[in-house]
């Protein structure tokens, strides 16, 4: 094999890494944020038996679940204008997260919520809750203690998703690859630096979200 | 302005069909296997198997498809090989599916009863033996309906690698909306698609996984 | 000349010193009953013998084989010591002759005809000739266990080691189980059995073994300690199990 691995070409172009990581990470959180959030209203919809919203939820879940997320993204940046729907390529990739993230919380809260002993709830009756202080105060904390690693390994692999983001030039850390190395050709050196961002990332994600389930929800009296 | 029927779309995105198929196909059978070899690598009593194994599960699950997919491809251009599209894209989800499968069959086996290597191994039987005859028939009845809702997942991983010039069908799709200039038709009906391929093999999945609770 | 020895054995897991140096010599033909209460080592102790748990100090000999503290390869060793487990394991997805033919079959390249006659033979010695094609959860407790007693008499072990091997079992079923053991010690069979079986300890056994907080207390002729134990401990154990 006659080639010089050259890294130092992608040390010149770092500020395009840099700004591609950011890049991922506000991409990632935005669509964490909304999609928990579509997720909780989603496992409500369908634990809580709403005819009618609790079909279009469960249709979508289905349909989400059984595409690729590169579909969905090509649906929404270039399918959505069709109808009038303009987006920008941030909205878009943003909108595309928080869909998907969306559907596959549902089905994960929506288990969490169920495996709570139905005596809990009788209780709470008993004490003269009201429905929604239950879901509140019993319910909702309780299921996402208990669905949280499977929340948080569905979060990390929206983050690694995000990379086909790219595709529709949302400036994220593939983005800026691409950028680097149709600059400098060197292009196995800058994706295999893009590639242990991304384990870096995911890495530092998977403790994130496991200290956060620790500290924030598992909040025990000291 | 078009002159495609939406006929013609249908046709053309169901002949590109046919390369997700029979790409989720080769990814599988030959990811099953290396799969395997992982697995036996990654439950071994050998410190140094055990290690690379993690490893390598480790960053094929902790990294993008598509920057596997680069790597990949890029990589092996070095050697000057010409690598053509479909062989990266084969050789990238065969190796990303073998790292998912290891772990989820590493989760199977580790779901078998202490006892059952407790007894086979008081009767003498060595870690290959215990594996083949007691171990793992125990642990493909658990696996089956994982590995089913696996395929669900390199049926999706195809159409990542649209990206590097496979024809396949996301690729399809993108060059028709080119042509046609009609995306919401052109990718409403690919996700058509990858649905009627993924859903029954969901389903299924789930039918089996409801099957095995209530037999335990 | 005994056929197995433990001399000075010491275990520890972590900071527990769970054996703190057995010495124990069994005669070829000879019952030994262990007894003692939970955590007083005696599970640990058996399962040495065997190797599935590895010693820390001391040592173990088996038909004249030493075992030594770093020994790895065990096959040898559990071609001549066969042990029967309080859960049982027997292979769920194997039928009960499929149980008792698989090790003889693997390990020793027994071929599969010679392999199934010895089956057959292992499973009339137990009473259960009729179960060869029934499937383990198609058994009652004692059934399994007997067929388990099966699957390690087929392996011709020069000693059987029982760990509490009815304590799982419904108290109607014990008897049935305790009957093929005391076939099996009439025959000549060298036993070492962890039980909480007193009377059977005491009919059967030629030496019974009193171990407390990882030594052996008092060891001797089961009818002599039960009628006159010389230790407080011992007395202690017998009136809380009788």
New interface residues.
């Given amino acids: 094999m006659d080639y010089t691995f050259d890294f130092t070409s992608v040390w010149e172009y770092r500020e395009y890494l840099v700004n591609g990581v950011l890049g991922t990470i506000r991409l990632t959180a935005a669509g964490t944020l909304f999609g928990i959030g579509v997720g909780i209203l989603g496992a409500v919809a369908r634990a809580w038996n709403m005819p009618g919203l609790r079909q279009i939820y469960a249709g979508y879940v289905e349909l989400i679940r059984n595409t690729p997320f590169i579909v969905q993204l090509f649906f929404v940046f270039f399918g959505l204008p069709a109808i009038g729907v303009q987006l920008t390529e941030w909205e878009a990739a943003t909108l595309a997260m928080v869909i998907n993230l969306g559907a596959y919380s549902t089905e994960i809260i929506r288990a969490g919520i169920e495996a709570i002993p139905k005596g809990q709830i009788e209780a709470a009756l008993a004490l003269a809750m009201s429905r929604y202080q239950i879901f509140c105060h019993v319910v909702l904390r309780q299921a996402l203690i208990k669905i949280w690693p499977a929340l948080s390994s569905q979060i990390v692999i929206v983050m690694l998703g995000s990379a086909v983001c790219s595709q529709i030039s949302a400036e994220e850390l593939t983005f800026g690859a691409n950028f680097i190395q149709s600059r400098n050709f060197r292009a196995f050196e800058v994706y295999f630096i893009c590639t242990g961002l991304y384990l870096l990332m995911a890495l530092s994600l998977r403790q994130l979200l496991a200290s956060f389930g620790r500290r924030v929800l598992v909040r025990r009296a000291p | 302005m078009s002159d495609f029927s939406t006929w013609d779309i249908v046709r053309n995105l169901l002949l590109a069909a046919r390369w997700t198929v029979a790409m989720s196909v080769i990814a599988f059978v030959c990811g099953g296997v290396a799969g395997l070899a992982l697995l036996f690598m990654r439950t071994s009593k050998t410190q140094l198997l055990r290690i690379f194994a993690h490893a390598y599960i480790e960053v094929f699950q902790g990294t993008p498809l598509l920057m596997q997919l680069f790597l990949l491809f890029f990589g092996i251009a070095l050697f000057g090989i010409d690598v053509s599209p479909w062989v990266a894209a084969g050789l990238a989800l065969t190796l990303f599916t073998s790292a998912y499968l290891a772990e989820i069959w590493r989760g199977c086996v580790e779901a078998i009863p202490r006892g059952q290597w407790e007894a086979s191994a008081s009767l003498a039987m060595n870690y290959f033996e215990q594996m083949r005859h007691v171990i793992l028939p125990q642990a493909f009845r658990i696996a089956i309906a994982p590995t089913v809702g696996f395929s669900v997942q390199v049926i999706k991983g195809t159409a990542v690698t649209s990206i590097i010039g496979f024809v396949e069908l996301t690729k399809a799709g993108s060059m028709i909306t080119n042509a046609t200039f009609a995306p919401f038709t052109v990718f409403g009906l690919v996700a058509l698609m990858y649905f009627s391929l993924c859903f029954p093999l969901s389903l299924y999945a789930r039918r089996l996984e409801r099957k095995m609770n209530v037999t335990r | 000349m005994s056929l197995v020895n433990v001399s000075g054995l010491h275990k520890r897991f972590g900071d527990v010193h769970v054996l703190k140096g057995i010495d124990l010599a069994v005669k070829e033909g000879e019952v030994t009953a262990i007894i003692g209460r939970s955590g007083s080592g005696k599970s640990t102790l058996l399962r040495t013998i065997?190797g599935?748990e590895s010693f820390d100090a001391g040592s173990i000999d088996v038909d004249g084989e030493r075992i030594t503290t770093g020994r790895t390869d065990?096959?040898q060793l559990?071609?001549k010591?066969?042990?029967v487990?309080q859960?049982f394991?027997?292979?769920?997805?194997l039928t009960a002759g499929q149980n008792v033919m698989?090790?003889p079959a693997?390990?020793k390249k027994t071929d599969k005809r010679h392999a199934e006659a010895i089956a057959r033979e292992m499973l009339a010695k137990v009473g259960l000739a009729d179960r060869f094609d029934s499937y383990p959860d198609q058994l009652s407790g004692g059934q399994q266990q007997r067929v388990?007693i099966a699957?390690?008499l087929a392996?011709s072990p020069k000693v059987l080691l029982c760990d509490e091997i009815t304590s799982a079992l419904d108290p109607e079923l014990v008897n049935e189980v305790l009957a093929v053991v005391r076939k099996l010690a009439e025959d000549g069979m060298t036993l070492i059995m962890v039980t909480h079986e007193m009377r059977f300890a005491r009919e059967v056994g030629s030496q019974l073994v009193f171990m407390h907080q990882g030594r052996i207390h008092e060891q001797g002729d089961p009818r002599m300690i039960f009628s006159a134990p010389s230790t407080p401990e011992l007395a202690n154990f017998i009136g809380s199990v009788s």
């Fill in positions: 065997n599935l065990l096959r559990r071609l010591v066969g042990m487990f859960q394991n027997l292979y769920p997805h698989l090790s693997v390990v388990a699957r390690a392996m």
